[in-house]
């Protein structure tokens, strides 16, 4: 017991460890606690007397973990997360979406805002609950340190495998098919291989890329497509093809969701095409957290592998 309430030990300085192992910056760390440059500067140097380690070298590229720093990163989230989940509320051992008014902050891009939070905003409005989702855009890249930064309870979408304080979940694997006009183009479903060649293409693209497996599996057959637009804005692509003669291929809900809302057609691609999982992302501390929980556990319902939706 002496250990424990040695005047050495304070766990303030666990979070400033914890901080700039994120970080990489005594700055950011700062930045990330609430607290001046020169507490975290303070914090490390007793750190560094308590451990008899350096911890943290500067390099080129920011403050580098040492080797004994890397073998205390684990432990030191551990114990930080331990601490949370003790200290939590007994009142909030469980979760009443009808108590009180109750906002959620959730990472999303154009696909997983309207696929994977339609299920659950549905079930909101019917049951008059006072609850709010409130979504900001996130991407595979910005995803984790949003969830790190505390900036969003979760992210959702095609993520980054999950760094070790984070949690990931997979909801389900999505395939993908063609969207295009086909009362326009006088092309029904299914789409031949030969006119999907031949038409242009509009991309979905979140770091404006031209190429993507398409092209692979044309060039195999031996043919290119001719690509016109790449964006970002997932959504404004069927609002383009309401008068552009092209043709988009986008993730299979998502193109099932805007040929009903668009009157436009959908077709399976005409060739084999690769599948991704779609999950969840949050961070280790709020695991235990029960409208978090909960908040995951109405993602996860809604969004099963076998609720494709017509």
Known sequence: MRLIHNSGLDLNLLKVFDAVMETRSASRAAARLGIGQ?????????????TGDALFVRSASGLEPTARAQRLAEPVREALLLATRALQPAAEASFDPAARRTEFRIGAGDY???????????????????????????????????VDAGEIDLALGMLAPPRRWQERRMLYEEGHACLY????????????LADFA?????LPSLHGEFASFVDSALEAQGLARRSILATAHFLAIPLLLKSVPAVA???????????????LTTSPLPFEAPRFEVSMLWHKRDTSVPALRWLRERLAAHNAQDQLFA
Do not use: F, K, M, Y
Request: aromatic fraction near 2%.
């Open 38 to 50: 020169s507490a975290v500067s303070h914090g490390l140097a007793r750190l560094r007397a308590a």
């Open 198 to 202: 031949r038409l242009p293409h509009i």
């Open 112 to 146: 997983a805002a309207s696929v994977l939070l339609r299920g659950l905003v549905t079930e909101i409005a019917e049951a008059g609950w006072d609850i709010g989702l409130a979504v900001q855009p996130v991407n595979r890249r910005s995803a984790p340190e949003a």
């Open 249 to 263: 291929t986008l993730p299979l809900r998502l193109s099932r969701l805007c040929a009903n809302a668009a009157a």
């Open 181 to 192: 006009d086909g009362a326009r183009l006088g092309l029904p479903a299914p789409l031949p």
